[in-house]
Every structure is written in C-alpha cells, then in structure tokens.
C-alpha cells in the first residue's frame, strides 16, 4: 500500500487540499476582483472623469502595484487555470451522480472556464501585453497589441476596441468573453459551496441556485454596461475624453495622486514627433508690412528728391 501512495502523483495524494485551494482562488481573490473589475469599467458610463479618477486610484500604488497584479491576480489565475485544465483532462463522467440539469451546468462549467482563461490570455495581451519590457512591447504595439494608458485610460480603450476587422473583431470576442467568464464565477460559486459543504441537502441546493442565479443576471448586467462603454464611444468622444485626461493629469501630478510616469500616457507613443509639432507651432514669422504713404508724405519726399539750382 506505501509503494502505491508513493507512485501516486502530487495531486492525487493531496487532491482534497488542492481542489479546495482550486475552489477559494476561484472566489477569493479571482472573483471578488473580476467584480471590482466590471464595476470600475462600468463607471465609464458615468463619465471620462469617474473611470478616469478610479484608475488613478489603482496606479497610485506605484511600485508595489506589480507586486498586487502578480500576487493577486496573475499567479492564482494560472494556478487556477492550469489546475482546470487538468481536472477537464482528467475529469470522468458524471452523468450518473447529477441530474440532467445539472450535468450540463457541469459541462458548461468546464468549457466556460476555457473559454474565460483563453479570453483574459488575449484580454492582458490586447490592451496591457503582457510584459512591460521595451524591447517586447516594441513588437507588440505593431501587431495591435498593448494599447491601454492608464493615464488616458478611456480613450486608449475605446481605440483599442476599434482595431482589427474594421472594429468588429474586439467587441464580439470581449462580449462573449465577459458572458462566459461571468457564467464560470456564478456557477463556480454553487460548485464550490458544495465542495466546502456549505450547501449539501436538495433544498439548500435549490436556494443556493436561487442567490447564484441572481449574482449571474446582476454581473451579466454590469458586465456588458463595461463593455458597452469601452466599444460605444466614436471618434468625437474619444477626442473629449482625451482632453478631459490630459487635464486631470495635470491636476493629479500637481496633487501628488499620480507619478511622473510619461510611459502611461498616450501621448508618450508620439515623442519626438510631439516635440516637434509643438517647436513648429511656436515659429514666428518675420513679415515687413508696407503701408500706402500719405499725400503730405508724398510731397515731402518729392520736395527731398528735387534737385537743387546752382547758386549764381
């Protein structure tokens, strides 16, 4: 028997502690941020000034805030996601231990959370490219990739919904990536109240799919307010919304909300051109203006130009 548990994999040998530990990252932090996600975006709606003030609030962090992405978001989603993977792998059959119904929450479940992992990979690579790194980023940009400011945060994510198959390709791929993800945390949430045993007994399981279902509508709701913000604004609001952050820029550095970071701002993508447009706007031209001359004027020049008789 000690010869079988030693030739067992990892995972099966601690598969309660890390099921569970699969379960709670899904929820906390990944779910209570996906919310405060949504919300923010949907603030868009509110204004340029609304999304605009919470993103300065979030980069405020300055340095540490690598430190919350990769700690509170990047490290347990991939545990998370890649745990998934192996458990859609690896997974049998359930159709004798659910009902119909059931099942096929199951098996949404599963391809949902495929659909949500490979929708947040192109959703962190469209708009923030993964990498902060010079050298990276200056093959990204080219291919449409890394297009969010933060410091222009409205207006740099409506145009970044705007590329790709004459701005048709982003808005259904981040529709359908929203609706699916949403779908994976509210039903996540049935699945892991029974798996924490929270719910067991048919009539807790009917009133937990009541509140799960309620979640569902009301993050599907503030879900696709987000994305109707990022994709609905043209190239007149967009321009606004542009001005609109470039003055609550300068109010922010002098107030000390935001760092110097010109890597944040858009208008850091134009450098020198930016300089240079702005040396050309300055040139004065010399111009000599010449006035008709007056009669009297006139006169006087003529008697100037009379010359002289010769003294007798």
């Not at 010109?262 to 040139?283: C, H, L, N, S």
Request: glycine share 8%; charged share 15%; net charge negative.
């Amino acid at each position: 028997m000690s010869e079988l548990t030693r030739s067992q994999s990892i995972f099966v040998r601690h598969e309660f502690a890390i099921r569970r530990l699969h379960s709670l990252l899904g929820i906390v932090p990944l779910g209570l941020y996906m919310c405060i996600h949504l919300t923010t975006n949907a603030s868009l709606l509110n204004g340029t000034e609304t999304f605009q003030r919470a993103v300065y609030y979030i980069h405020s962090l300055g340095a540490a805030l690598p430190l919350v992405e990769w700690g509170g978001i990047f490290l347990p989603l991939l545990f998370h996601a890649i745990l998934g993977v192996w458990i859609i792998k690896t997974g049998k059959s359930n159709l004798g231990s659910y009902r119909f119904t059931g099942n096929k929450r199951y098996t949404w479940q599963r391809w949902t959370g495929l659909l949500a992992f490979v929708f947040l990979m192109f959703h962190v690579l469209h708009l923030h490219g993964w990498f902060h790194f010079g050298p990276w980023l200056a093959v990204m940009k080219p291919l449409g990739f890394a297009n969010f400011y933060p410091y222009n945060a409205a207006s740099s994510l409506a145009m970044a919904m705007d590329e790709w198959a004459w701005g048709l390709f982003w808005p259904a791929f981040y529709l359908i990536g929203v609706w699916a993800t949403v779908f994976h945390l509210a039903n996540g949430l049935w699945t892991a109240g029974i798996t924490w045993g929270l719910w067991i007994s048919p009539a807790a399981q009917e009133r937990a799919t009541k509140v799960c279902v309620a979640f569902g509508v009301l993050l599907t709701v503030i879900g696709t307010a987000a994305w109707w913000a990022a994709v609905a604004p043209g190239p007149a609001e967009i321009a606004k919304a542009r001005e609109t952050e470039n003055e609550m820029y300068e109010a922010a550095l002098k107030t000390g909300l935001v760092y110097d970071m010109p890597e944040k701002r858009y208008e850091a993508e134009e450098g020198t051109e930016a300089e240079t447009d702005g040396v050309e706007t300055i040139i004065i031209e010399e111009t000599i203006i010449v006035e008709p001359a007056s009669e009297d004027s006139e006169e006087e020049a003529e008697t100037e130009t009379e010359p002289s008789e010769p003294a007798s």
